[in-house]
Nanobody
Framework: QVQLVESGGGLVQAGESLRLSCAAS????????MAWYRQAPGKQRELVAI???????NYADSVKGRFTISRDNAKNTVYLQMNSLKPEDTAVFYC???????????????WGQGTQVTVSS
């Protein structure tokens, strides 16, 4: 089995920072990418940032310049440094990864349980 476990959410004031972490564990042969999504109340889940194992990152326009995604490949862990937080960043943040459990396995998407980020004005 593969598990993604997030941590680091919480309640902060506008302008403050938070750092989210997500560790992947279990039967992992290879990871193609790791990403952060978020879902605000009444809205669809949206991609926040993604980082590819072979290099490269991508960000939602709304977080460019404020959020930074990084990864520790040895630990199968992805981070999201969130600076200059705004009330509109309030959402449940989910970790996502595309993982291959064996060399002959297909690639599958896995999700964490989510962590709440609340930004007060």
């Amino acid at each position: 089995q593969v598990q993604l476990v997030e941590s680091g959410g919480g309640l902060v004031q506008a302008g403050e920072s938070l750092r989210l972490s997500c560790a992947a564990s279990g039967n992992i042969f290879s990871i193609n990418y790791m990403a952060w999504y978020r879902q605000a109340p009444g809205k669809q889940r949206e991609l926040v940032a993604i980082i590819f194992t072979r290099g490269g990152t991508n960000y939602a326009d709304s977080v460019k310049g404020r959020f930074t995604i990084s990864r520790d490949n040895a630990k199968n862990t992805v981070y999201l440094q969130m600076n200059s937080l705004k009330p509109e960043d309030t959402a449940v943040f989910y970790c996502n990864a595309q993982i291959q459990k064996t060399v002959s396995d297909n690639w599958y998407n896995y999700w964490g349980q989510g962590t709440q980020v609340t930004v007060s004005s």
